[in-house]
């Protein structure tokens, strides 16, 4: 099996900036694909970003410039550093990441447990 950590959300203030974290430990024979996704109040969930094991990236519109999306493969970790928040930003924030484990060494996906961004005006 596979365990996401995620860590960094909070609450800022419109302007300021805030990093995730999202670990991912077990078994893990490879990871493919790394992204978050957010889910803000009363909404469904919207990919933020994504980037693939050959660090390609891509964005939702709404976060281009002002988000951005890393990884470190040594560490088996994304990142989310997220500047210039805005009110509109305030949601619950998910780690996703499609691994290949030793006990099961196809693709399968794992989601993080979410953490709180809450960005006042």
């Known amino acids: 099996q596979v365990h996401l950590v995620e860590s960094g959300g909070g609450l800022v203030q419109a302007g300021g900036s805030l990093r995730l974290s999202c670990a991912a430990s077990?078994?893990?024979?490879?990871?493919?694909?790394m992204a978050w996704y957010r889910q803000p109040p009363g909404k469904q969930r919207e990919l933020v970003a994504a980037?693939?094991?050959?660090?390609?990236?891509n964005y939702a519109d709404s976060v281009k410039g002002r988000f951005t999306i890393s990884r470190d493969n040594a560490k088996n970790t994304v990142y989310l550093q997220m500047n210039s928040l805005k009110p509109e930003d305030t949601a619950v924030y998910y780690c996703?990441?499609?691994?290949?484990?030793?006990?099961?060494?196809?693709?399968?996906?794992?989601w993080g447990q979410g953490t709180q961004v809450t960005v006042s005006s």
């Open positions: 980037i693939t094991s050959g660090s390609s990236t």
């Open positions: 996703h990441v499609v691994v290949a484990t030793m006990t099961n060494p196809r693709w399968n996906n794992y």
């Open positions: 077990g078994s893990i024979l490879s990871i493919n694909r």
